[in-house]
């Protein structure tokens, strides 16, 4: 079992910067390949980012291409989503999560969310 806990969101102007951690408990953490998603309200979950095992290959979204980056620590078992220049479209629940070969369309295990408000 994988349990993953996200931290970070908040409340921002837009322009501004959040950093997102997602923590994962779990010993093979260096497994599973680490995604972001988001669902804004009357909307369908989508993926942001994502990140391999290794990190040496990722993924973005394209209306979040060049504002953010996401990473990971093997040794801290954290995959973080550093976010700039946020806009009032980019509020809404931030997910991490953990897939392990099942693919994006259903991923092994999710966070609870953490929420993202940008104020215009």
């Known amino acids: 079992q994988v349990h993953l806990v996200e931290s970070g969101g908040g409340l921002v102007q837009a322009g501004g910067s959040l950093r997102l951690s997602c923590a994962a408990t779990?010993?093979?953490?260096?497994?599973?390949?680490m995604g972001w998603f988001r669902q804004a309200p009357d909307k369908e979950r989508e993926r942001v980012a994502s990140?391999?095992?290794?990190?040496?290959?990722?993924y973005y979204e394209d209306s979040v291409k060049g504002r953010f980056t996401i990473s990971r620590d093997n040794t801290k078992n954290t995959v973080y989503l550093q976010m700039n220049s946020l806009k009032p479209e980019d509020t809404a629940v931030y997910y991490c999560a953990a897939d392990r070969g099942s693919g994006w369309s259903a991923p092994d295990y999710w966070g609870q969310g953490t929420q993202v408000t940008v104020s215009s």
């Open positions: 779990v010993r093979t953490f260096r497994s599973y390949a």
């Open positions: 990140i391999s095992s290794t990190g040496y290959s990722t």
